[in-house]
């Protein structure tokens, strides 16, 4: 339904619309990294979700329109990094560009993906399968380890970072 109560096509001449429809549902805000044949690479993603306990695995999908989409392509590792309300400067950062890491001290782990301090939550992934999905790439992930700490989380709605208050 649109404004006006209307259901609308999907078509090449309404993707604004589309785009702004799918803006209606706050997600969290994650960032991904993986090491990248030039150094590390993140990117601000909220296409991600749980997918299974056992074996534990997740999903993300990146954009192929995306400048960093090569990497991620391929990366046969890689982190997401859940942030917390308090990491919105995280979330812009990598929206805007994935090898700005000025100032930032990645641990790396075990695979050689960098790993960002201080997220909410932490899943460090082996691929395990990548499937096409129109304009993005549906990425599988084996969680190989995780980390957590407690608090709030960022959310994006509306194209707008906010929060979320915790009872």
């Known amino acids: 339904m649109t404004e006006g109560g209307g259901a609308v096509v999907p078509g090449p001449g309404n993707q604004r619309a589309l785009r702004d429809a799918f803006g209606r549902f706050a997600t969290g805000v994650t960032v991904v990294t993986a090491a990248g044949s030039l150094g590390p690479v993140g990117i601000t993603a909220n296409s991600f979700a749980?997918?299974?306990l056992d074996p534990p695995l997740l999903l993300w999908a990146p954009a192929r329109a995306s400048r960093r989409f090569p990497p991620f392509a391929v990366a046969e590792a890689f982190a997401v990094h859940v942030l917390g309300a308090d990491q919105s400067d995280l979330g812009r950062r990598?929206?805007?560009a994935g090898g700005d890491w000025a100032g930032l001290a990645p641990e790396v782990g075990p695979e050689g993906v960098p790993l960002l301090a201080g997220a909410l939550a932490r899943f460090e992934c082996t691929t395990e399968a990548r499937h096409p999905a129109g304009d993005h790439l549906i990425i599988i992930?084996?969680?190989r380890?995780?980390?957590q700490r407690p608090?709030?989380?960022?959310?994006?709605?509306?194209?707008?970072y906010g929060g979320f208050a915790l009872p």
């Open 141 to 143: 992930g084996r969680i």
């Open 50 to 52: 749980s997918v299974s």
């Open 94 to 96: 990598f929206a805007a």
């Open 151 to 160: 608090g709030p989380p960022l959310l994006f709605a509306g194209g707008c």
């Open 145 to 147: 380890r995780f980390a």
